[in-house]
């Protein structure tokens, strides 16, 4: 069964990782996609690919979400592709650990920039959009470090914790508009951004998972896919842990 089927979907940072699995799984159910990060030739790639396997709509639009300016000419392109978005999955972010000692300003302000605010530009335009059909849901990818936190992470950590605030103030708010605002909180995910972490960093992550394996991109999809069908129709305002136990 393709669940969804005609939905016309935007995924941030759909250029790898987690965000490219999303998009591969969402084009195998019938999604219309716009796949969104700042490499250009990596979204040529992956759209090849997905719509050589699938025969789906696949759309690249490549813009920097941590720019308010580039956002907005984004949006104004996918407007001229089409007049309806369904689903929309803030999902672009970068780590860049650092102990409290060693933060600089640059480094807080790129980081909640893309992991945050980026959250608020994408969600404004694409909200006017769902208004108009009277539905949609929004999909923010947070991070079970904005809820328990780390040593070296008090910035990435704070910025995730952010966007945990953000899905549910804008739960509330959208609701009455049927738009509905989810966040999934990946634990430990097997992709370019856990995979430069040092060893000794990656191994003691590694052991605070009580299934006692890295997760997968596609683990992380599938709750997306969820949540973004007509399956997840009344759900709001949640934050679903993927973490293979990482949080009991
Ligand atoms: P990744 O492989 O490094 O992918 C990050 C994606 O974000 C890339 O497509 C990148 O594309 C895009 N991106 C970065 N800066 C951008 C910008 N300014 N504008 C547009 N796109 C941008 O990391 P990932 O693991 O898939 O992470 C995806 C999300 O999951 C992130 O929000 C991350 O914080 C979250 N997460 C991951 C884990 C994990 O264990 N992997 C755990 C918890 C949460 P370009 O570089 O091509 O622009």
Redesign the pocket.
């Known amino acids: 069964m393709k669940l969804l089927q005609y939905k016309h979907i935007l995924i941030?940072?759909?250029?790898?990782?987690?965000?490219a699995a999303i998009a591969t799984l969402f084009a195998s159910h019938g999604a219309i996609l716009y796949l969104?990060?700042?490499?250009l030739d990596?979204l040529t790639n992956l759209r090849k690919q997905i719509v050589e396997t699938y025969g789906c709509e696949c759309y690249i639009l490549p813009?920097?979400?941590?720019s308010a300016n580039e956002v907005k000419a984004g949006f104004k392109k996918l407007f001229t592709l089409t007049k309806k978005l369904d689903v929309l999955i803030n999902?672009?972010?970068?780590?860049d650990d650092a102990l409290l000692g060693m933060i600089t300003p640059a480094q807080i302000q790129q980081t909640f920039a893309?992991?945050t605010f980026?959250i608020i530009y994408c969600s404004q335009y694409a909200s006017r959009l769902m208004q108009r059909s009277g539905q949609g849901s929004i999909i923010n990818?947070?991070?079970?470090?904005g809820s328990v936190g780390n040593k070296g992470q008090a910035v990435y950590g704070g910025s995730?914790a952010a966007v945990i605030g953000i899905t549910q103030s804008l739960a509330k708010e959208l609701a009455h508009h049927q738009i509905r605002v989810n966040a999934i909180a990946?634990?430990?995910?097997d992709?370019?951004?856990?995979q430069q972490l040092p060893d000794d960093k990656y191994q003691q992550r590694l052991d605070s998972i009580a299934m006692g394996h890295i997760g997968q991109?596609e683990d992380i999809a599938n709750s997306a896919l969820f949540l973004a069908s007509d399956m997840a129709k009344y759900v709001t305002g949640q934050v679903i842990g993927v973490d293979g136990g990482m949080l009991i």
């Not at 813009?63 to 941590?66: A, K, L, T």
């Not at 990818?141 to 470090?145: F, G, K, L, P, T």
Request: aromatic share 4%.
């Open positions: 941030t940072g759909s250029s790898r990782g987690i965000g969104n990060s700042t490499n990596a813009f920097d979400v941590s999902n672009a972010g970068i780590l893309i992991n980026s990818i947070a991070s079970i470090i995730k990946p634990g430990f995910i992709t370019q951004m856990t991109p």
